[in-house]
C-alpha cells in the first residue's frame, strides 16, 4: 500500500528517525486518528482516499502556557508555608490572586529559578519551626514572579450545598403516620384522620428544599413526623435529623412570608406545626427553648384571630367551608389554649391567650369529627356556667379544667401581689372558693360519667382527673401561702385544715391514679404529665415529715393522716413513674431531680431530728441517774 511505504521505517541504514515528524498533521488523519505522514502537497491517506488534504496552521498549542505550572506550584508552597504557621487562620488561605498571596510574589524583572518545582524541591525546604529570617512572617526569595494570567485567575463559585434531606421512605412514611394518630393525637386531637391521608398523598416526597419553603403542608407532615419520632424507641437514631430539618423548613417558611407578606397569610399549616414542635421540644430538648416556641405559635394563633372563629363576623365569611376545615381550626386554637395553661403552672408564670375574648366553641366530640360531620358545641363560658356535659368530648373537658386552672392561677398571682401591699382584699375568699366548687363540681360529673377504667383508655382523659387533682393541690398552695403571713402575725383560719385534707386527698388519688397508669403505657401518657406526679409527690413527702406530735396542737377532730408505710408507698409510686417516662419526656427529668433533692433534704432532717431525740433522752436518763 502506498501509505506503508511512505511511512514505512523498516530501513536499517543511516541515523534513526525522530518519532515526531517535521510539520502538522492535516485535518482529515486527525480526525481519524491516524498517523499522518506529513507529506505536501498530499499525505498518503488522503491520496489513498482521494481527497483534499487540508492543514490548520493557526491551531492552538497543547496544555497550559509556559510558566503557569511553574506559577501554580510556588503558590501552593507559599499556601503550606503560610498553613504550617499559623493552622488557625484559614480564612487567609486561598488559590486565588489576592493581594495577601501576591505582594510576595518577586518584582517585575526578577529571573525565576530554572526547572519546575518538583518533589525532591520541597524535601529540601527548611523547616517551618526552624530558625531563619525567611519564617519571620516572609515567604521564601525563591518564590517566582506570578504570570498576570495566573494572577487573575478565579475559581467559579460553586452551588449552594443544600440541607440535609432526612430519609423518608415511603415504609418509613406509613410507620410515622400511623405512630402519630397512636400516640400523639390523642394528647393534642387536632386533625381528621380521612382528610389527613387525602391530603398527604398528595405530598410528594421528592420536594426540593427551595420549594419547600412554599409549602406550609410539608412543613406540618415533617412536624408531625416529628412528635411522633419522641415517643418512639423504633426512629432514635432519624429523630435529631427530622427535628433539625423541620426546623430549618419552618424558618425558612417564615422567611418567605417575610419577604411576601403582601400575598401570604398566616396559614393554619404553620401555626399546627410550631405546636406540635413545641409539644416535642417539652418533652426532648428544654423547657426554654419550648417555651419560646410555644409562644411563637401563641403569637401566630392571634395572628391568625382563631379566638373568635365563631363571631359573627367570622361566621359569615367562614358560610359554605367545609365544617371539617372549620373544626380543625377551633381544635389548633383549644390545643394552644391548654398549653398555655400547662406551661405556665409550672413557674407561676403569666398567661398569653386571655378567656375574655375567646368567641371560640368547644371541640366537637370526637367521633362526630372523624366521621365528617362534627357538632356544633356551646361557649366556653356557657359551658362553665352550666353543669350539663354529657356531650363534651375529652378535649373539651380538658378545656374547661385548663380554664380553671388559669384562673386558679391568676388567682394565686393577685393574692401574691396583695400580700405584698399588706392587706387581702375581700373578694380573696369569694374567688377561692368559687374556684373550689367548681373544680369539685367537673371533678363529681368526670366520675359518674367516665369511670376510671375508660379514663385509662383515653390519655386526654386521663389526664384530665389528673388535672382537677393538680388544682385542688394548688388551690390548697394559695390559702397556705396567705396563712404563713396570718400566722407571723399570731392568727390560725381553720379553714387552711379543710383545705390541706383536700389536698392531701388529691395527691393520694393522683398517686393511685399513676400507679394504675402503668397499663396505660408511657409512650402514650400526655406530656405534662410528670407535673401532676411531681406535684402530688411533693405534697406527700411534705406531709410525711409532719408527725402526729407535731399537729396535735393544731389538727382538729377527726384529720388523722395516713400512716409513714403508706405515704412511702405512695410517694414510691410516683417516683417509679418518673423514673420510667424520664427516657423519653425531659419534664419527668426534671421533676424527678427536683423530687430526689427534696427527698434528700427530707431524709438529712429526719436523721437530724432522730439524733436529737436520742441525745434529749440520754440526757433525761443521765439527770434520772444523778437525781437518784
Same mark, same amino acid.
Given at each position: 500500500?502506498?501509505?506503508?511505504?511512505?511511512?514505512?521505517?523498516?530501513?536499517?541504514?543511516?541515523? !534513526?528517525?525522530?518519532?515526531?515528524?517535521?510539520?502538522?498533521?492535516?485535518?482529515?488523519?486527525? %480526525?481519524? @486518528?491516524?498517523?499522518?505522514?506529513?507529506?505536501?502537497?498530499?499525505?498518503?491517506?488522503?491520496?489513498?482516499?482521494?481527497?483534499?488534504?487540508?492543514?490548520?496552521?493557526?491551531?492552538? +498549542?497543547?496544555?497550559?502556557?509556559?510558566?503557569?505550572? %511553574?506559577?501554580?506550584?510556588?503558590?501552593?508552597?507559599?499556601?503550606?508555608?503560610?498553613?504550617?504557621?499559623?493552622?488557625?487562620?484559614?480564612? =487567609?488561605?486561598?488559590?486565588?490572586?489576592?493581594?495577601?498571596?501576591?505582594?510576595?510574589?518577586?518584582? +517585575?524583572?526578577?529571573? !525565576?529559578?530554572? =526547572?519546575?518545582?518538583?518533589?525532591?524541591?520541597?524535601?529540601?525546604?527548611?523547616?517551618?519551626? =526552624?530558625?531563619?529570617?525567611?519564617?519571620?512572617?516572609?515567604?521564601?526569595?525563591?518564590?517566582?514572579?506570578?504570570?498576570?494570567?495566573?494572577?487573575?485567575? @478565579?475559581?467559579?463559585?460553586?452551588?449552594? #450545598?443544600?440541607? %440535609?434531606?432526612?430519609?423518608?421512605?415511603?415504609?418509613?412514611?406509613?410507620?410515622?403516620?400511623?405512630?402519630?394518630?397512636?400516640?400523639?393525637?390523642?394528647?393534642?386531637?387536632?386533625?381528621?384522620?380521612?382528610?389527613?391521608?387525602?391530603?398527604?398523598?398528595?405530598?410528594?416526597?421528592?420536594?426540593?428544599?427551595?420549594?419547600?419553603?412554599?409549602?406550609?403542608? *410539608?412543613?406540618?407532615? $415533617?412536624?408531625?413526623?416529628?412528635?411522633?419520632?419522641?415517643?418512639?424507641?423504633?426512629?432514635?437514631? $432519624?429523630?435529631?435529623?427530622?427535628?433539625?430539618?423541620? %426546623?430549618?423548613?419552618?424558618?425558612?417558611?417564615?422567611?418567605?412570608?417575610?419577604?411576601?407578606?403582601?400575598?401570604?397569610?398566616?396559614?393554619?399549616?404553620?401555626?399546627?406545626?410550631? *405546636?406540635?414542635?413545641?409539644?416535642?421540644?417539652?418533652?426532648? #430538648?428544654?423547657?426554654?427553648?419550648?417555651?419560646?416556641?410555644?409562644?411563637?405559635?401563641?403569637?401566630?394563633?392571634?395572628?391568625?384571630?382563631?379566638?373568635?372563629?365563631?363571631?359573627?363576623?367570622?361566621?359569615?365569611?367562614?358560610?359554605?367551608?367545609?365544617?371539617?376545615?372549620?373544626?380543625?381550626?377551633?381544635?389548633?386554637?383549644?390545643?394552644?389554649?391548654?398549653?398555655?395553661?400547662?406551661?405556665?403552672?409550672?413557674?407561676?408564670?403569666?398567661?398569653?391567650?386571655?378567656?375574655?375574648?375567646?368567641?371560640?366553641?368547644?371541640?366537637?366530640?370526637?367521633?362526630?369529627?372523624?366521621? /365528617?360531620?362534627?357538632?356544633?358545641?356551646?361557649?366556653?363560658?356557657?359551658?362553665?356556667?352550666?353543669?350539663?356535659?354529657?356531650?363534651?368530648?375529652?378535649?373539651?373537658?380538658?378545656?374547661?379544667?385548663?380554664?380553671?386552672?388559669?384562673?386558679?392561677?391568676?388567682?394565686?398571682?393577685?393574692?401574691?401581689?396583695?400580700?405584698? $401591699?399588706?392587706?387581702?382584699?375581700?373578694?380573696?375568699?369569694?374567688?377561692?372558693?368559687? *374556684?373550689? /366548687?367548681?373544680?369539685?363540681?367537673?371533678?363529681?360529673?368526670?366520675?359518674?360519667?367516665?369511670?376510671?377504667?375508660?379514663?385509662?383508655?383515653?390519655?386526654?382523659?386521663?389526664?384530665?382527673?389528673? *388535672?382537677?387533682?393538680?388544682?385542688?393541690?394548688?388551690?390548697?398552695?394559695?390559702?397556705?401561702?396567705?396563712?404563713?403571713?396570718?400566722?407571723?402575725?399570731?392568727?390560725?383560719?381553720?379553714?387552711?385544715?379543710?383545705?390541706? @385534707?383536700?389536698?392531701?386527698?388529691?395527691?393520694?388519688?393522683? +398517686?393511685?391514679?399513676?400507679?394504675?397508669?402503668?397499663?396505660? /403505657?408511657?409512650? @402514650?401518657?400526655?406530656?405534662?404529665?410528670?407535673?401532676?406526679?411531681?406535684?402530688?409527690?411533693?405534697?406527700?413527702?411534705?406531709?410525711?415529715?409532719?408527725?402526729?406530735?407535731?399537729?396535735?396542737?393544731?389538727?382538729?377532730?377527726?384529720?388523722?393522716?395516713?400512716?409513714?408505710?403508706?405515704?412511702?408507698?405512695?410517694?414510691?409510686?410516683?417516683?417509679?413513674?418518673?423514673?420510667?417516662?424520664? #427516657?423519653?419526656?425531659?419534664?419527668?427529668?426534671?421533676?424527678?431531680?427536683?423530687?430526689?433533692?427534696?427527698?434528700?433534704?427530707?431524709?438529712?432532717?429526719?436523721?437530724?431530728?432522730?439524733?436529737?431525740?436520742?441525745?434529749?433522752?440520754?440526757?433525761?436518763?443521765?439527770?434520772?441517774?444523778?437525781?437518784?
Amino acid at each position: 500500500m502506498p501509505a506503508i511505504r511512505r511511512t514505512s521505517s523498516t530501513c536499517t541504514d543511516g541515523p !534513526p528517525q525522530p518519532r515526531q515528524l517535521p510539520g502538522s498533521a492535516c485535518e482529515e488523519c486527525r %480526525k481519524r @486518528k491516524l498517523r499522518c505522514d506529513r507529506q505536501r502537497p498530499q499525505c498518503g491517506t488522503c491520496a489513498d482516499a482521494g481527497i483534499v488534504c487540508e492543514v490548520n496552521h493557526n491551531r492552538l +498549542a497543547r496544555g497550559p502556557k509556559k510558566g503557569d505550572l %511553574k506559577a501554580l506550584r510556588s503558590r501552593i508552597v507559599a499556601l503550606e508555608r503560610r498553613l504550617s504557621l499559623d493552622p488557625t487562620n484559614l480564612e =487567609g488561605l486561598s488559590l486565588h490572586g489576592d493581594a495577601d498571596l501576591s505582594q510576595h510574589a518577586l518584582p +517585575a524583572g526578577s529571573t !525565576p529559578p530554572p =526547572g519546575p518545582a518538583s518533589d525532591s524541591d520541597l524535601s529540601q525546604l527548611p523547616s517551618p519551626r =526552624g530558625r531563619g529570617s525567611i519564617w519571620d512572617g516572609q515567604l521564601s526569595p525563591m518564590t517566582p514572579q506570578i504570570p498576570m494570567s495566573m494572577q487573575n485567575f @478565579k475559581f467559579p463559585p460553586s452551588p449552594p #450545598t443544600p440541607p %440535609k434531606r432526612a430519609l423518608v421512605n415511603d415504609l418509613m412514611r406509613a410507620d410515622l403516620d400511623q405512630l402519630y394518630f397512636d400516640r400523639v393525637h390523642p394528647n393534642a386531637p387536632i386533625f381528621n384522620q380521612s382528610r389527613y391521608f387525602a391530603l398527604s398523598q398528595q405530598i410528594p416526597l421528592t420536594t426540593h428544599h427551595h420549594n419547600s419553603a412554599t409549602n406550609p403542608r *410539608l412543613c406540618l407532615q $415533617y412536624a408531625m413526623w416529628t412528635s411522633a419520632m419522641a415517643l418512639s424507641s423504633q426512629f432514635e437514631s $432519624y429523630r435529631d435529623t427530622l427535628y433539625n430539618e423541620t %426546623k430549618q423548613m419552618l424558618e425558612s417558611l417564615d422567611m418567605y412570608e417575610n419577604h411576601h407578606a403582601h400575598e401570604s397569610p398566616v396559614c393554619i399549616e404553620e401555626i399546627q406545626a410550631w *405546636l406540635l414542635l413545641a409539644f416535642y421540644e417539652f418533652a426532648r #430538648t428544654n423547657y426554654k427553648r419550648g417555651w419560646v416556641t410555644a409562644g411563637r405559635a401563641f403569637r401566630l394563633v392571634q395572628l391568625a384571630r382563631l379566638h373568635e372563629i365563631d363571631s359573627p363576623e367570622r361566621s359569615m365569611l367562614q358560610q359554605g367551608e367545609d365544617p371539617v376545615v372549620v373544626e380543625e381550626r377551633r381544635r389548633t386554637f383549644w390545643v394552644a389554649y391548654c398549653l398555655d395553661r400547662f406551661i405556665s403552672l409550672k413557674n407561676q408564670w403569666p398567661l398569653t391567650l386571655m378567656e375574655e375574648v375567646i368567641c371560640t366553641r368547644l371541640p366537637s366530640p370526637e367521633l362526630s369529627f372523624q366521621s /365528617g360531620q362534627p357538632i356544633q358545641m356551646c361557649f366556653l363560658s356557657e359551658a362553665i356556667a352550666s353543669g350539663d356535659h354529657g356531650l363534651f368530648s375529652p378535649l373539651a373537658e380538658s378545656v374547661v379544667l385548663a380554664t380553671v386552672c388559669g384562673r386558679t392561677l391568676s388567682h394565686t398571682q393577685v393574692a401574691s401581689v396583695e400580700r405584698t $401591699y399588706g392587706s387581702t382584699s375581700a373578694d380573696f375568699w369569694i374567688r377561692h372558693e368559687w *374556684l373550689a /366548687g367548681m373544680v369539685n363540681k367537673r371533678l363529681d360529673s368526670l366520675v359518674q360519667s367516665y369511670p376510671v377504667v375508660s379514663a385509662a383508655a383515653d390519655p386526654m382523659l386521663f389526664f384530665a382527673f389528673m *388535672l382537677a387533682h393538680t388544682t385542688t393541690i394548688n388551690l390548697c398552695k394559695v390559702v397556705e401561702a396567705g396563712q404563713e403571713t396570718n400566722t407571723r402575725h399570731g392568727q390560725w383560719d381553720p379553714a387552711v385544715f379543710e383545705y390541706q @385534707k383536700r389536698a392531701l386527698r388529691a395527691a393520694r388519688e393522683i +398517686a393511685a391514679l399513676t400507679k394504675a397508669h402503668e397499663h396505660l /403505657g408511657y409512650f @402514650k401518657a400526655h406530656i405534662f404529665l410528670p407535673l401532676s406526679i411531681s406535684l402530688a409527690a411533693s405534697r406527700l413527702i411534705s406531709q410525711r415529715t409532719q408527725t402526729l406530735a407535731d399537729l396535735a396542737a393544731q389538727v382538729p377532730e377527726g384529720f388523722v393522716p395516713a400512716t409513714e408505710t403508706e405515704y412511702d408507698s405512695e410517694i414510691q409510686s410516683c417516683m417509679d413513674a418518673l423514673r420510667k417516662m424520664q #427516657t423519653f419526656n425531659n419534664l419527668a427529668r426534671e421533676h424527678l431531680h427536683t423530687l430526689e433533692i427534696v427527698q434528700q433534704q427530707q431524709h438529712q432532717q429526719q436523721h437530724q431530728h432522730q439524733h436529737q431525740q436520742q441525745q434529749q433522752t440520754l440526757l433525761m436518763g443521765h439527770i434520772q441517774l444523778c437525781t437518784y
